[in-house]
């Protein structure tokens, strides 16, 4: 099984986790953007592949602004 | 907040972009070096622009000038001749297509000039105020120009070239016109009077002002032969005249603006040119001067003397490609943004800086880089507009060292010693016993103490001048209670910290001590090695001598590296903020020898490590320790650490340290090879991870895959989130698939 084919829940809800739209902040910047989340709790989802892709390009981005 | 002048104070003395010594000593201040690269390139047409610009007449420059700039050609100092300066402006007189004078569409002036002789000084001065189309009378006893040039050979030239300069202006010259009496140039706004060798001064001369050329008579200026200067001088204070009197006319004042005012003891500042090869002059082939090509190779023999030591030599300064005084503007810039409405130029460039003070050390002007952008950094820290995850992760190491980590204490049953040993929070943390045997044998040699803590140089690189001055305090009130004891360095960073902040504590270097003692025999795990000096050694004698000594007991030969004391990479942190800068500068550093290193610093050994070089720290010579065993953890350097303090603890009190429990110590985490070197090259340790899961499993917040029980969780800690994905592999035993973190912050639920 590929980390892509998963299907998470929700370890408290036990919900399957769906798009929603999530607040970010990183250093003074605010943006939203839909990431997988708890339908029920709102914790939110962040797979390895984003953090370490979009993510940390994202970061960057900022951090030289 | 900081003012541009706290920024660019530390880049003034900076050369680069100054003139060349040749150039400060031409009567023009013709830029040579750009002169000669155009030239060297054929650009004739450019070449020959900034010829005319800066001579007027640059035919008649080419033929007489005396050429001070060779006397001033550093190539000279290689043992070669210097640049045949003239030879390539004839040939670029020669060879440019087109020398017709450009005609300026300048509006016409009211303003009317009076110029007393037709010599070269007055010409100079007439055809430059002409250009700026003012109204221009010259008054000329004999009856054609030239002056003290008629007499010359070539005079029939010479006037060709007068005769094409004042082409493409406007200029009234009045011969057989002798003027006895200023009172007859009463109508003119300004004069002057250049009237050659012995010509009428009309008894001006002892009022003469050498620097603005005004005499007692308001509006009346002097220069040229008359004054005593050379004919080349005579030309370059005529072009400098007319601007004086250009700005007299616009202002009522006659002042140097500061792109007239030329230092000549510059003349003598010389580059070192220690890469330069020696290149032979070129010898023309036809006694009427240089081929087109010839002129070229002669040019390109120009050494272009420009500093750009800095910029040459250190990574990060060629990574940005930024001048020093460009870096300085932007510190002071990058605190005035006001995001999002303008944005910093530069973040990256700051945090990506060693601070290893080798752009000073090389510095003919001791311009320190690395101070100007550890003030971005401060400055920064203390608005709270820091990219604080760029050294968190050290920032929480030094807040262990100095908290749980930390003991101070005089020698087994003493209260203050002579000395105390100040190992630094990395020695144990790479090997305890680097730091136990180094005590040990302290402690029988010398009446010496321990101080564990961190010295704060994660702190210093971070820009926090708060929690470096509370470090500081909290050392020197350590070093207070045990008697104000000579410090027993083996780390240099904490040794250069404690130089700077706090120089009132003495200090020696282990190395030194180590040194002196004859019984000691280091093993020889070379024949023949490189010393590697951490960047934080620079100048430090002691230590640096202490090393080469034991080295040398060893009977290794040691070679010297060409340039010294280098960072390894480690210097300011810089890890996370430029991971492929970092790499780079290790990679350099690494290929500086192929001999293997002898190090004494556990940074730069790391660093080698990683990079597959063969390095050994003197301490495992010394004590037989190992040094080519695999590089403890992250999580194994903070266990080091405690363990150095609990058998010091033990030795010293006799007491039983219990390091502070957390309830997720007990956690047994499994971590595969591949998985820990991602965790390792992250900065992720597998205490956070442990914390991670055990909050995740006592508060159920976490996700969970049904098909094969794997776990993901997270947890923010201060300002980076960190990611597990776990699975339980027993009781309290977790296999660990996946570590990784994000510092941006997901908004939690109002």
Redesign the interface.
């Given at each position: 099984?590929t980390e892509k084919e998963?299907?998470?829940?929700?370890?408290?809800c036990s919900q399957v986790?769906t798009l929603q739209k999530?607040?970010?902040?990183?250093?003074?910047?605010?943006f939203s953007h839909e990431v997988p989340a708890c339908p029920k709790c709102?914790?939110?989802?962040?797979s390895?592949e984003l953090?370490?892709g979009r993510?940390?390009e994202?970061?960057?981005e900022?951090?030289?602004? | 907040m900081i003012k541009l002048e706290d920024a660019t104070a530390y880049t003034e003395r900076c050369i680069h972009g100054e003139p060349a010594s040749c150039s400060y000593a031409c009567p023009f201040h013709l830029d040579v070096r750009s002169f000669m690269e155009r030239a060297a390139a054929g650009k004739w047409a450019r070449a020959y622009k900034q010829l005319r610009e800066a001579t007027v007449f640059p035919f008649i420059v080419s033929v007489l000038c005396d050429q001070p700039c060779r006397k001033r050609c550093q190539r000279t100092l290689l043992g070669d001749e210097a640049i045949a300066m003239r030879d390539v402006e004839a040939a670029c007189v020669r060879y440019v297509k087109n020398r017709k004078p450009q005609s300026y569409a300048i509006p016409p002036k009211q303003e009317r000039i009076a110029v007393v002789g037709a010599g070269v000084a007055g010409l100079s001065c007439a055809l430059n105020l002409a250009q700026k189309k003012f109204n221009v009378t010259v008054f000329e006893k004999a009856d054609t120009w030239g002056g003290a040039l008629r007499d010359h050979d070539r005079f029939a030239e010479f006037a060709d070239e007068f005769e094409l300069q004042f082409s493409a202006v406007k200029v009234d010259f009045r011969y057989n016109t002798g003027i006895t009496s200023l009172e007859e140039l009463a109508e003119y706004d300004a004069v002057y009077v250049a009237t050659g060798e012995g010509g009428e001064s009309f008894g001006l001369l002892e009022s003469w002002n050498p620097e603005l050329f005004t005499t007692a008579e308001n509006k009346v200026f002097l220069g040229g032969m008359l004054t005593g200067a050379t004919l080349m001088e005579s030309i370059a204070q005529g072009i400098l005249v007319s601007k004086i009197i250009e700005g007299y006319l616009q202002t009522g004042r006659a002042a140097l603006t500061p792109d007239m005012q030329y230092d000549k003891n510059y003349c003598g500042r010389y580059l070192d040119h220690e890469d330069a090869v020696s290149v032979p002059l070129v010898v023309a082939s036809s006694p009427d001067g240089y081929t087109e090509e010839e002129a070229k190779q002669e040019a390109a023999r120009c050494l272009l003397c420009d500093c750009d030591k800095c910029m040459a030599a250190c990574e990060m300064l060629k990574r940005f490609k930024k001048t020093p005084k460009m870096i300085a503007v932007e510190v002071f810039a990058d605190t005035q943004v006001n995001?999002?409405y303008s944005?910093?130029s530069l973040?990256?460039q700051a945090y990506s800086c060693n601070i290893c003070g080798y752009c000073k050390s090389i510095c003919p002007e001791d311009v320190d880089i690395g101070s100007l952008l550890q003030l971005s950094r401060r400055v920064r820290m203390n608005a709270g507009?820091h990219?604080a995850?760029?050294h968190d992760f050290w920032l929480r190491e030094m807040d262990f060292a100095t908290a749980g980590g930390s003991y101070t204490a005089a020698p087994r049953g003493k209260n203050n010693c002579e000395y105390a040993f100040f190992p630094g929070c990395q020695l144990g943390a790479a090997n305890p016993e680097y730091v136990l045997k180094a005590y040990a044998y302290l402690d029988e040699k010398y009446d010496c103490g321990i101080m564990l803590t961190c010295c704060g140089a994660p702190a210093y690189w971070a820009g926090d001048d708060k929690r470096m001055e509370d470090n500081l305090q909290n050392i020197r009130e350590g070093w207070e209670k045990l008697g104000k004891p000579v410090l027993v360095f083996a780390c240099a960073t904490c040794e250069s910290l404690f130089k700077q902040f706090l120089p009132e504590i003495e200090r020696i270097s282990l190395y030194e001590l180590l040194a002196r003692d004859d019984s000691i025999v280091p093993a020889r795990p070379f024949a023949a090695a490189a010393v590697f000096d951490p960047c934080n050694a620079r100048g430090e004698e002691g230590m640096q001598q202490g090393v080469r000594k034991l080295a040398e007991k060893a009977g290794i030969a040691v070679e010297e590296l060409k340039e010294k004391n280098r960072c390894c990479g480690y210097g300011g942190h810089i890890r996370v903020a430029n991971p492929s800068l970092y790499d780079e500068i290790a990679h350099n550093r690494v290929r500086a020898s192929e001999k293997p290193y002898v190090v004494y610093c556990v940074n730069c050994r790391e660093v080698f490590s990683l990079k597959d070089k063969e390095a050994v720290h003197v301490l495992d010579m010394v004590f037989g320790t190992g040094s080519s065993d695999r590089l403890p953890t992250l999580q194994e350097k903070r266990e080091n650490s405690l363990e150095v303090k609990k058998k010091l603890m033990s030795g010293i009190e006799g007491t039983e340290f219990t390091p502070e429990k957390h309830d997720w110590d007990d956690l047994v985490l499994l971590i595969d090879e591949e998985t820990q070197k991602e965790m390792e090259q992250k900065l992720i340790s597998a205490g956070d991870l442990k914390e991670a899961i055990w909050l995740?499993e006592t508060t159920?917040?976490?996700?969970?895959?049904?098909?094969?029980g794997?776990?993901?969780a997270?947890m923010v800690k201060p300002v980076i989130?960190y990611?597990v994905?776990y699975k339980e592999a027993g009781p309290k035993t977790y296999q660990i698939h996946?570590a990784?973190?994000?510092?941006?912050?997901?908004?939690e639920?109002e």
């Amino acid at each position: 099984m590929t980390e892509k084919e998963r299907k998470w829940k929700c370890g408290k809800c036990s919900q399957v986790l769906t798009l929603q739209k999530v607040v970010f902040d990183y250093l003074g910047h605010t943006f939203s953007h839909e990431v997988p989340a708890c339908p029920k709790c709102g914790q939110v989802f962040i797979s390895k592949e984003l953090a370490e892709g979009r993510i940390a390009e994202l970061e960057e981005e900022l951090e030289d602004k | 907040m900081i003012k541009l002048e706290d920024a660019t104070a530390y880049t003034e003395r900076c050369i680069h972009g100054e003139p060349a010594s040749c150039s400060y000593a031409c009567p023009f201040h013709l830029d040579v070096r750009s002169f000669m690269e155009r030239a060297a390139a054929g650009k004739w047409a450019r070449a020959y622009k900034q010829l005319r610009e800066a001579t007027v007449f640059p035919f008649i420059v080419s033929v007489l000038c005396d050429q001070p700039c060779r006397k001033r050609c550093q190539r000279t100092l290689l043992g070669d001749e210097a640049i045949a300066m003239r030879d390539v402006e004839a040939a670029c007189v020669r060879y440019v297509k087109n020398r017709k004078p450009q005609s300026y569409a300048i509006p016409p002036k009211q303003e009317r000039i009076a110029v007393v002789g037709a010599g070269v000084a007055g010409l100079s001065c007439a055809l430059n105020l002409a250009q700026k189309k003012f109204n221009v009378t010259v008054f000329e006893k004999a009856d054609t120009w030239g002056g003290a040039l008629r007499d010359h050979d070539r005079f029939a030239e010479f006037a060709d070239e007068f005769e094409l300069q004042f082409s493409a202006v406007k200029v009234d010259f009045r011969y057989n016109t002798g003027i006895t009496s200023l009172e007859e140039l009463a109508e003119y706004d300004a004069v002057y009077v250049a009237t050659g060798e012995g010509g009428e001064s009309f008894g001006l001369l002892e009022s003469w002002n050498p620097e603005l050329f005004t005499t007692a008579e308001n509006k009346v200026f002097l220069g040229g032969m008359l004054t005593g200067a050379t004919l080349m001088e005579s030309i370059a204070q005529g072009i400098l005249v007319s601007k004086i009197i250009e700005g007299y006319l616009q202002t009522g004042r006659a002042a140097l603006t500061p792109d007239m005012q030329y230092d000549k003891n510059y003349c003598g500042r010389y580059l070192d040119h220690e890469d330069a090869v020696s290149v032979p002059l070129v010898v023309a082939s036809s006694p009427d001067g240089y081929t087109e090509e010839e002129a070229k190779q002669e040019a390109a023999r120009c050494l272009l003397c420009d500093c750009d030591k800095c910029m040459a030599a250190c990574e990060m300064l060629k990574r940005f490609k930024k001048t020093p005084k460009m870096i300085a503007v932007e510190v002071f810039a990058d605190t005035q943004v006001n995001p999002p409405y303008s944005t910093r130029s530069l973040t990256r460039q700051a945090y990506s800086c060693n601070i290893c003070g080798y752009c000073k050390s090389i510095c003919p002007e001791d311009v320190d880089i690395g101070s100007l952008l550890q003030l971005s950094r401060r400055v920064r820290m203390n608005a709270g507009v820091h990219p604080a995850a760029l050294h968190d992760f050290w920032l929480r190491e030094m807040d262990f060292a100095t908290a749980g980590g930390s003991y101070t204490a005089a020698p087994r049953g003493k209260n203050n010693c002579e000395y105390a040993f100040f190992p630094g929070c990395q020695l144990g943390a790479a090997n305890p016993e680097y730091v136990l045997k180094a005590y040990a044998y302290l402690d029988e040699k010398y009446d010496c103490g321990i101080m564990l803590t961190c010295c704060g140089a994660p702190a210093y690189w971070a820009g926090d001048d708060k929690r470096m001055e509370d470090n500081l305090q909290n050392i020197r009130e350590g070093w207070e209670k045990l008697g104000k004891p000579v410090l027993v360095f083996a780390c240099a960073t904490c040794e250069s910290l404690f130089k700077q902040f706090l120089p009132e504590i003495e200090r020696i270097s282990l190395y030194e001590l180590l040194a002196r003692d004859d019984s000691i025999v280091p093993a020889r795990p070379f024949a023949a090695a490189a010393v590697f000096d951490p960047c934080n050694a620079r100048g430090e004698e002691g230590m640096q001598q202490g090393v080469r000594k034991l080295a040398e007991k060893a009977g290794i030969a040691v070679e010297e590296l060409k340039e010294k004391n280098r960072c390894c990479g480690y210097g300011g942190h810089i890890r996370v903020a430029n991971p492929s800068l970092y790499d780079e500068i290790a990679h350099n550093r690494v290929r500086a020898s192929e001999k293997p290193y002898v190090v004494y610093c556990v940074n730069c050994r790391e660093v080698f490590s990683l990079k597959d070089k063969e390095a050994v720290h003197v301490l495992d010579m010394v004590f037989g320790t190992g040094s080519s065993d695999r590089l403890p953890t992250l999580q194994e350097k903070r266990e080091n650490s405690l363990e150095v303090k609990k058998k010091l603890m033990s030795g010293i009190e006799g007491t039983e340290f219990t390091p502070e429990k957390h309830d997720w110590d007990d956690l047994v985490l499994l971590i595969d090879e591949e998985t820990q070197k991602e965790m390792e090259q992250k900065l992720i340790s597998a205490g956070d991870l442990k914390e991670a899961i055990w909050l995740a499993e006592t508060t159920g917040k976490k996700f969970f895959d049904e098909s094969d029980g794997m776990c993901l969780a997270s947890m923010v800690k201060p300002v980076i989130t960190y990611w597990v994905q776990y699975k339980e592999a027993g009781p309290k035993t977790y296999q660990i698939h996946n570590a990784y973190y994000h510092r941006i912050r997901i908004r939690e639920e109002e």
